[in-house]
């Protein structure tokens, strides 16, 4: 699976929009991109995944540049409890996910 | 549906001893995959299980095992426990090629 670069730390504040950069380089054409969030010692939680197109769902939107590269995760209205370590995963198989360091948004009143 | 499952929640052990892990994933699941997270590693790919075979290994030692049964629930175990190997243990189960669904995860303390 591709390697992933995520910055280590990022604020933003509550009810604003949350943009949550990812760089995937090394991505392969059939690798998708997943988000996943993780809440202070509970499972990863699921956000979204895309492979060429931008996605949207009720929690966020994906947007990944033309060439695949790269990727943002944007949390539209950001609350607190939205405070958690996001991951950028890039894969082909669903069973094996292979996680980076994250990004640990805090979001602050 | 229900999410997966994981018990135990926490586990007390001590250096030398063994342990065994169980994960139900949910229903219809047939990829179980386990992790452990650490501190100083960060979350880990341990292995994964797909219709009781092993599809994808991890870079951890023989002490590690798992299986899976017929009905896709999942065990782990490791022996001759480390006092480096208390950890958050994970498990996820997924349909195909689509997301992956965490457990809440088991806490092992090796003391």
């Known amino acids: 699976d591709a390697k992933t670069t995520q910055p280590p730390s990022m604020d933003c504040a509550e009810g604003r929009a949350a943009n949550l950069p990812c760089n995937h380089s090394t991505i392969s054409g059939n690798e998708y991109v997943y988000w996943y969030r993780q809440i202070h010692s509970q499972g990863p939680q699921y956000i979204i995944h895309g492979l060429k197109n931008n996605e949207t769902n009720e929690m966020a939107s994906l947007i990944i540049t033309e060439d695949r590269k790269s990727s943002t995760l944007i949390l539209p209205h950001a609350t607190l409890r939205d405070t958690a370590v996001y991951y950028c995963i890039v894969r082909a198989n669903a069973g094996k996910s292979t996680f980076g360091d994250g990004t640990t948004l805090t979001v602050k009143p | ?111």
């Open chain 2, 1 to 111: 549906k229900a999410g997966v499952t994981q018990t135990p929640r926490y586990l007390i052990k001590t250096r030398g001893q063994q342990v065994t892990l169980s994960c139900s994933p949910i229903s219809g699941h047939r990829s179980v995959s386990w992790y452990q997270q650490t501190p100083g590693q960060g979350l880990q790919f341990l292995f994964e299980y797909f219709s009781e075979t092993q599809r994808n290994k991890g870079n951890f030692p023989g002490r590690f095992s798992g299986r899976q049964f017929s009905n896709s629930r999942s065990e782990m175990n490791v022996s001759t426990l480390e006092l480096g190997d208390s950890a958050l243990y994970l498990c996820a189960s997924s349909g195909g090629l689509e997301e992956q669904f965490f457990g809440p995860g088991t806490r092992l303390t090796v003391l």
